[in-house]
């Protein structure tokens, strides 16, 4: 991924799209301006035929004011003889290996992980898991399965600042008129 039409290097532009969006690589291939409806994209997903409605958060709102208006998918092919054309989901999974290949701290880097960072990004944000389900197109249980990790730490540190302050109301010792300090 070099550069893309609208002077920005591709990777960048994928990278926000499946990042805040937390669409399979089939779906990112497919973004267009098209499907913004309302501040979302609205979109049907081609493996699952979810219709989620996806927030363009002022991050990618941002980024995407940058890029260049034209109709057609965002993500288009910048090399070759196929220059200028749509992404299919094999071809940007091999520009995604080459890129890897070329960088070691991308090793282990899957596009796969940008959907749980999605996912966990919109947890972090207080949503529930049924408006995450909406929002990205997963059941709950995949929902559940991506959030498992940020669930239980947020539970962990819940407990903690409770138990901080039950501790703290045993501290203080009260005062003769029965008033505590």
Sequence with gaps: MNKSPSGKPGAVQFFFLARYTGQRVSDIVRLSPNHIEDDCFHLTQKKSGAQPWCPIFPELQKEMATWERRPGPFLLQEDGKSAGRPFTTNQ???VFDRKRAKHPILEGAVMHGLRANATIHLRRGGYSHGQIGDMVGMSLEIVEHYCRHEDK???AQHVLKEEREKRQSEIVK????GNRK
């Design 92 to 94: 940007l999974w091999k």
């Design 174 to 177: 009260p005062l003769e008129n």
């Design 153 to 155: 730490k947020v539970s």
